[in-house]
């Protein structure tokens, strides 16, 4: 069984001022960032599922908040890689077109800086996993790849993604999942996360399994509510998480539907 380890015990967070060093477009909605510089040295270990903060402006490594001095914004984000031998970090942003941080990747260039903190949180996986049953949409399929790259090579993987349209299918790991089903919401326009539901009603439940969902946060209670609810799963078998939600900006990092 896998023990969700999150939350993390709360430190100071190390800021790191990072600049970005590469920017790549596998798809239309996605963009991919890198972030290198020294501050980096000594970044992670990142956990399967792990989360840094973004801050979008450069912040002095000690700076710390006084009381009552407000925070400067921040956004939540996944680091999908990190190679510690070249201090870089890649982080991919869906361009869903209207936040602070869409905005910032939408607009980003070679050179632009911005602080990062983290990485926090993230799941250890069992070792002995047989199988493991992924709902995620296109904000979750960064986590959902370092997941997949990290459960042993054993594990049977079902992986339902949920995007835009086809343009969107973007493989989230180079490792071949077993089963892989993508859900596009046009044209029909449906609601984020409603074909995820739909899916995981089909999706049979077995001891074994360990579930992860990860997508917007009233489709994930949703989810959560049919599976542990009607469906019986054992609620230490579900790792859940709302990674966004419809109309609420900077929506809080560990939300798992409780
Ligand atoms: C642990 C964790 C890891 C995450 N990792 C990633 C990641 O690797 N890549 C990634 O792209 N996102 C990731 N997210 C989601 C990301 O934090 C949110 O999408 C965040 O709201 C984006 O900030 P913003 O400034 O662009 O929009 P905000 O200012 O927060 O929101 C503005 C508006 O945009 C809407 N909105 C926000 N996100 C989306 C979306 N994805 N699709 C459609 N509408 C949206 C909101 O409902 C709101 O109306 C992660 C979230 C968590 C909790």
Redo the contacts with the bound molecule.
Sequence with gaps: MTVPTDPPARRRPVLRPVEVVRIEDPGPRLRRVTFGGSNLQGFGPARPGA?IKLFFAEMPADWRPEPGQPRPPA????P?SFDAARNELV????R?G??????WAENAQLGDRITVAGPG?GHDFEPGLRRLVILA????L??AGMIIDAVPADCHVTLVAEVVDAADQILPSQRLVDSMHWLHRLPTNAQ?GSLLLDAARSIQIDDSAQWWVACEAVAMRAIKAHLTGERGLDRNRLIS???????????P?H?TGE
Excluded: L
Aim: net charge negative; no cysteine; hydrophobic share 25%.
């Design positions: 989360h956004r939540t984000y996944t999908r982080v991919e942003f869906v869903h209207a936040g602070m941080a869409s905005d949180g949409d296109e904000s979750a960064p986590a984020p998480r709302g990674y966004w939600k419809q109309g609420a900006t900077d929506h990092d939300d």
